[in-house]
């Protein structure tokens, strides 16, 4: 049966997890969306304007890159 409903992604922020889009995950797969809620450390550090991607964007590729062959 083809998708007819598009996936959703969440990915949390600082001073939260995965966890925190339980109640919205469930109510949208039962509409019949595909929901990933991201789950990563919240370790990561690096001296960063607020927009790290912009003033260190080679640290953000190595997350990016570390993290898409785990």
Same mark, same amino acid.
């Given at each position: 049966?083809?998708?007819? %409903? %598009?996936? $959703?992604?969440?990915?949390?922020?600082?001073?939260?997890?995965?966890?925190?889009?339980?109640?919205? $995950?469930?109510?949208?797969?039962?509409?019949?969306?595909?929901? $990933?809620?991201?789950?990563?450390?919240?370790?990561?550090?690096?001296? !960063?304007?607020?927009?790290?991607?912009?003033?260190?964007?080679?640290?953000?590729?190595?997350? $990016?890159?570390?993290? &898409? !062959? &785990?």
């Amino acid at each position: 049966m083809p998708r007819t %409903k %598009k996936s $959703i992604v969440f990915c949390h922020g600082l001073w939260a997890d995965g966890s925190c889009f339980s109640k919205l $995950i469930v109510p949208l797969q039962a509409e019949g969306y595909e929901c $990933i809620a991201a789950q990563y450390g919240l370790t990561h550090e690096v001296d !960063s304007s607020h927009v790290p991607m912009l003033s260190q964007p080679g640290f953000v590729l190595d997350v $990016i890159r570390n993290a &898409a !062959s &785990a």
